[in-house]
């Protein structure tokens, strides 16, 4: 199952407006993005654009890019028009749903997400990482994935997605990661439903899937990608990578 990685861009932000096109290491973030994408090694890579001039600067590095609608409400709703514009025969029996301002991902990851589609009844995969930090166990900023999972068991099933910190009592939480694989028919389903109570009270998208009965199951991994929200985010990222990146 070779999948279709889309990864969804605009150029509105609140905390760092344009960050699609912010510098890090030599190249625009969304075209680093887009090599992480392309380390993987596991599909064909498009970015979907809000605007021409991340389009413009995705295909001036090589890539391929396809410009949407800007007024998309979210993410998915922006892959799911680009998966349309690309592959509308549906050869693609997958698609990957990958963030445009996680710079510094380590390929594996995407393999990791992508992988676990294959092995599984999920209708979406997602990854999760055990939390460490003290701190992000009550931060609301951190998504928790409620997870059921066997004890020594590499992956399991989304039971819950929150901001609170759950599940209580003794054993770990885990930090959801933010990247998606979705069969096709799974995401053409998913766009389509209205928001549900849960995601709307909780402000989480994935909500939605689980409130409509879909499956979803986590990998648990090791590490949790630098996510570029603020200004203080690009300047790790721009540590991160180096300028000879």
């Known amino acids: 199952m070779e999948p279709l990685i889309v990864i969804p861009a605009r150029m509105a932000s609140t905390r760092l407006p344009g960050k699609p096109l912010a510098m890090i290491a030599g190249a625009p973030m969304i075209v680093q993005v887009w090599r992480r ?4 090694e596991v599909g064909r890579v498009v970015v979907a654009a809000a ?3 991340i389009a413009d600067a995705v295909e001036a590095a090589g890539g391929e890019a396809v410009l949407t609608r800007p007024d998309h409400p979210s993410g998915s709703d922006r892959v799911w028009e680009a998966v349309k514009t690309v592959d509308p025969a549906g050869k693609a029996p997958a698609v990957v749903n990958l963030q445009g301002d996680l710079p510094t991902l380590e390929p594996q990851l995407i393999r990791d997400c992508a992988g676990l589609l294959t092995q599984g009844a999920a209708d979406i995969t997602t990854l999760a990482a055990v939390i460490t930090d003290e701190e992000e ?4 900023n951190v998504t928790k994935a409620v997870i059921s999972l066997p ?9 819950y997605f929150t901001r609170t910190a759950a599940p209580s009592g003794e054993g770990p939480l885990y930090h959801h990661i933010g990247i998606y694989a979705f069969r096709r028919e799974a995401l053409e389903r998913f766009v389509a439903l209205p928001p549900s109570p849960l995601e709307t009270r909780e402000k989480l998208e994935q909500l939605r899937a689980l409130e409509a009965g879909m499956r979803i199951d986590v990998a648990v991994v090791d590490t949790v990608p630098l996510g ?5 985010d690009l300047t790790r990222a721009r540590a991160v990578l180096g300028e000879g990146s």
């Not at 994408?37 to 993987?40: F, H, P």
């Not at 166990?137 to 609301?140: E, G, I, K, L, M």
């Not at 570029?228 to 203080?232: L, N, Q």
């Open 151 to 159: 004890e020594g068991a590499a992956h399991g099933r989304a039971l």
């Open 37 to 40: 994408a392309c380390e993987a």
């Open 228 to 232: 570029v929200d603020t200004p203080e």
């Open 51 to 53: 605007e021409a001039e």
């Open 137 to 140: 166990r009550v931060n609301p």
